[in-house]
Structure formats: C-alpha cells, structure tokens
C-alpha cells in the first residue's frame, strides 16, 4: 500500500501529485520526467502508471499488445513492469512493483513519453476523503433554509424532489443507516488492492464500508492515527436522506436514490478505482464488472488530490458528461488555488467551494477562476451547530450504532450542488450536464460574505434555480461542442476546429466561455485563439517560455457581445516552437 506523505491531521484533504511536464532537451530520459510523475503521492513513489493509448494504436484496444509492450518498455528501463487490467476508459494499467524507486519511475515513464502511440502516461496517484469529521433533525440543518447562508431549499421542494433521479456517491461506500436505507441502490466497491479495501477482498458488487481508520503513521510518516469517517454515508444523507419519516435529517433531494460507489479505503483510493467508478456511474463498460442497472445522471466526488487534472482522469470525466451525467466535485480543503488541486480542476465538472453560516468563504475552502460555485460546507470552530448535519455510524473502527454528526468541508458543499442537480433533472428530464451547471451559476445569488480570490456564480439558490429551469425563472445556457480530436503539429501552422452556431437570435454575450480541452507535452510553445464568424481573432494564449506545464484544460471567458451569434466559430491552435506536439481533444461554447 503507498502511504500519503503529507496529509493535514484537521482535513481530509488528499495528498497527490502535481502533474507538471517540463520541454523535453537531448538529455538522459529520466531527466526529462519530474519528480511528480513518479510520485502517487508527494514523497510516495509510484507503483503503478496510467497509460492512455492514441486511439489507432493496437495496445489501444488488445489487452495482449499492452501486455507486451508494458514488458519490452519495462525491458528497456531496466525494470519489470506487468499490465495490470484495463480501466473503463480504455487506459491501460500497468505495475511496477513496490520496490521501484522514483528513478526506476522515471525511466520507465520516458519510455512510454518516448513512444508516438501513447498519448499520455500519468501515475496512479492517491486520493483522499475530501472533508473533516466534526464531532439529531431538521431544525438544525441552516444550510438548507437559514435566509443569510442557507440554499433555499424547501422552496424548491414544492416544484421538484429528485424523483427519478439516481445520484452516484463515489466515496468510502455505505453503511447502514435507517434515515437513508429506502433511497439506496445497488453500488459497487471499485477498490482492487485489498491494503485499501479493508474488506479483506478487491472488486465486488458489496459497497459496504467497513471503517477507513488507520493507525500513527500507517499512511505516511508523521501522520497521526484516524477513526473510520463513514465519509460517504455522511455525504449520502446530504444528498438524499429519507424526509418527512419523523426521525433525523432530510435530504435535499429526498425522492432521489442513491448508488454508492466505494473507491476510498485505508489511506485514501486510486485514480485507477476512481476512474472506471466514474465510468461505471455514467453508463460506461468496465472489464470484469457487470453493466450497471442503475446508472447514474448526478456524480458527487467528493474526494481529490494536489496537482493537475491528469489526462486519464479528464477522459473519463468528458465521457461521462458526454454521456449526459452532471459531476459534482469537491474544490478542496487547502486555503489554496483550485488550479493545483485535481479533480476539482478538471474541466467539465461543477468545481464547489465551502461557505460557513455567515456565508463567507469558509477558512479551509479552495478558491480561484476555477471555481464554479459555492455552497455550505460548515465551519466548527465556533461550534459544531455551524457544521453540516448529516447522517453517520458512531463506530470508532468498525460499524457501530448508526448516529448523526455535524462534519464541515468542501465534501459538505459538494453533495448541496448535486443535490440541486438531481432536483434540475427531476424537474426538466431533458437538461443537459451543459445546461444543468449553467442553470445552477446563472441563478445563483451573490456571496452574503467575504471570499477572497474567487468563489464561482456565487451562492446556489435551489429554489430560483429550480424554478428557472421549470419555466420560472432565467433560462439555461446553450451548450455547442465540438469532440472531433484534431492533431497539432510541432512547430507549424495554426490548426482550427469549427463550431457551427444556429438557432439564437442577436449577439454572443460578453462572457462567451470558451472551454479547451488540449493535450500537449510543453503548453508554453501553444498560441489559442477564437475566430469570430465574421473572422474577428480573440486571443485566449499567447506563447510563454515559462510556462512548462503539460495540457490545457480550461475554460477561457470573451467579451463577444459585438458579434453575431449564429455563424462558424473557430478554435485556432498554433505550436510556435520545436520538440513537441499534441492534439486538441474537444472544445465547447457556452452561450
């Protein structure tokens, strides 16, 4: 098991590695891999790699070819690497064994870096619960209904429950609790390496959660012992506690069911386990695990980790979405940029931030652009009256008397969010994740408190959101996308993809989002920009030396109201720059 080096002993906040690729010179291949592309989390080498495949490529689609390849790269390093399995994505796994060193990391992901058939390789990193246990009843829920930092839930309730609707909770699992039991649905436990599952086996269709607790430094040296959080029951209880039963809690959207999805254990989870959860949540096939009966139109993740969306995580998230599920993840606990925290950075997902009763940002709380919106996550320090009340287990290990606690975190925010989504779906069957996210930014109210460095739309209003998307309220956005994946050649001419816009009356509006989905070694040498459809060029990026970094997953806003909406809009891609290339996945226009 790979222990966490670094994990805040108040917050559940994980500890994973940042994904940075810095230009590749004529220099020894380890050379070229930084330290965190060898590290599952910072100061915990890796013991296994996430290999995305070009989709032309035969270890693409032959389990037998990414076997044999994993062995001659393994040969090449001086190392034995074993394919593992394939995740729902269509990535390989492959494993390097416990005794690798960071250098025996290093040269075994420059062999694959080295290689034109594969688009990307990125370690198995680990995550962690994203919140801070604290430690029955409706009265006590403000976040649902108090005027200055509540949602305005209940007014929602008379337009929509959540019926209908299945919401995904990729989380530690469930365990049993009567306030929640007549919503939950068959999950799944994704975690395969039994030192995480506790459970005493991998995969299986059992997403009980046994405990999580862990010992003094039995995840990381310096790290102190924890008991079980029952993380994912909490979360769940948010999200869709039975209401009007006259006992404990109610959910924000009751007549929602729940799947729980296990992929955190001991020590945290895997990107590997968590990426084909989502997969499997969304509708996606996953090798070895049979087709979901209830699949899921919400995710919430509330879990992550340091560093950048990696390319495996992105490409299951896009495909999710593309198959019509609205993700919900947590920003994080760190009081830092969300920009250095996956997967609350990764594009096509409602990125949350945590406000406290006073509806301020709430001290622990990620922020940045990459914020999409806020909701109440808690904040105890003033006393536990001012954390999240939600549904739990009183067992300091294993499952005891089930009870109800008041926790705080961005995980306490997440599920409010997918809560709403799950009512928007109910509501309107036929919303888009596109047209749910917007909904939920566009309705928004301004922050009653401070934030300092961007907390998104502003506060999530449920029943102005939901009364907008049943017909009373703002309209939704219009999403147009285009996923056709252009190639971007090393130091050439400009690439552009087009987006043809119909059907809008007037102008674009002037904060036209433009969202970029770019793979590339070395982002510094890429110009992007928009052409308008009258062949106006708005720049996005500009060439930066400095700038060494892998990828671009972001969304970039434009001031467009001087141009006509319907028309070709294009994306232009240019490589200013030799020694590396990439390719331009998909982009989108929100309007």
């Given at each position: ?58 270890e693409a689609k032959s389990n037998k070819a990414a ?418 994946a252009v190639a971007i050649p090393d130091n050439s ?8 816009v119909s059907g809008r009356t007037g102008n674009a ?83």
């Amino acid at each position: 098991m790979i222990s966490v080096a670094a994990v805040s002993a108040a917050l559940f906040t994980a500890a994973t590695a940042t994904v940075a690729t810095a230009q590749e010179a004529a220099a020894p291949k380890a050379a070229a891999v930084p330290t965190a592309q060898t590290e599952a989390a910072p100061g915990v080498t890796a013991e296994r790699l996430i290999v995305g495949y070009k989709s032309g490529a035969t270890e693409a689609k032959s389990n037998k070819a990414a076997e044999a390849d994993a062995t001659a790269k393994g040969k090449e390093a001086g190392e034995d690497v074993d394919f593992q399995r394939r995740l729902g994505t269509g990535a390989a796994l492959v494993d390097l064994g416990a005794d690798a060193t960071r250098a025996d990391v290093a040269d075994v992901v420059a062999e694959y870096k080295a290689d034109p058939q594969v688009a990307y390789v990125v370690p198995d990193r680990l995550n962690k619960p994203q919140a801070d246990p604290n430690d029955t009843e409706y009265a006590k829920q403000w976040d649902l209904f108090e005027a200055t930092a509540g949602m305005n839930v209940p007014g929602a309730w008379s337009t929509a429950t959540g019926s209908g609707v299945t919401v995904a909770v990729i989380d530690t699992g469930y365990v049993a609790h009567t306030d929640l039991a007549a919503n939950i649905v068959a999950g799944y436990d994704f975690i395969s390496d039994t030192a995480v599952s506790v459970d005493g086996d991998g995969r299986d269709s059992n997403p009980a959660d046994p405990g999580d607790y862990y010992a003094a430094n039995e995840c990381g040296s310096g790290i102190p012992a924890s008991n079980s959080s029952w993380h994912g029951t909490h979360v769940a209880g948010t999200i869709a506690a039975v209401t009007n039963n006259s006992k404990g809690i109610a959910g924000i959207a009751y007549g929602a069911k729940i799947s729980p999805l296990r992929v955190l254990g001991k020590c945290g989870g895997y990107d590997s386990d968590i990426i084909d959860a989502i997969t499997w949540a969304s509708g996606g096939t996953v090798s070895g695990v049979p087709a979901n009966a209830n699949v899921a139109k919400v995710i919430n993740m509330s879990l992550g980790g340091d560093g950048a969306c990696t390319s495996a995580t992105q490409s299951a998230i896009t495909a999710a979405v593309n198959r019509g599920t609205t993700i919900a993840v947590a920003a994080g606990n760190d009081n830092d940029n969300v920009a250095n925290h996956s997967p609350g950075n990764c594009n096509n997902v409602i990125s949350v931030a945590a406000t406290n009763r006073t509806g301020a940002k709430a001290s622990y709380s990620n922020y940045g652009s990459l914020v999409d919106i806020s909701a109440p996550g808690g904040q105890t320090s003033t006393g536990t009256a001012n954390g999240i009340l939600s549904t739990l287990n009183s067992g300091t290990k294993t499952p005891s008397t089930e009870n109800y606690a008041y926790y705080q975190g961005t995980s306490m925010a997440t599920p409010h969010i997918a809560g709403l989504a799950a009512l928007l779906k109910s509501a309107n069957s036929s919303l888009t994740p596109a047209q749910i996210e917007s909904a939920i930014k566009t309705n928004a109210r301004a922050l009653p408190g401070a934030c300092s460095g961007g907390c998104g739309a502003g506060l999530a209003d449920a029943a102005k959101t939901v009364a907008a998307v049943s017909g009373g309220g703002t309209t939704t956005g219009t999403t147009y996308s285009s996923t056709s994946a252009v190639a971007i050649p090393d130091n050439s001419s400009a690439i552009e993809s087009a987006i043809t816009v119909s059907g809008r009356t007037g102008n674009a509006p002037s904060a036209l989002k433009v969202a970029v989905d770019i793979t590339h070694t070395y982002r510094g040498d890429l110009v992007i920009s928009l052409v308008a459809p009258d062949g106006t060029v708005y720049a996005l990026k500009s060439a930066s030396s400095s700038d060494s970094a892998d990828n671009v997953n972001t969304t970039y806003t434009v001031d467009a109201s001087s141009e006509t909406a319907n028309g070709t809009w294009k994306l232009r891609v240019q490589d200013t720059a030799a020694q590396d290339t990439g390719t331009l996945n998909s982009w989108k226009l929100t309007f």
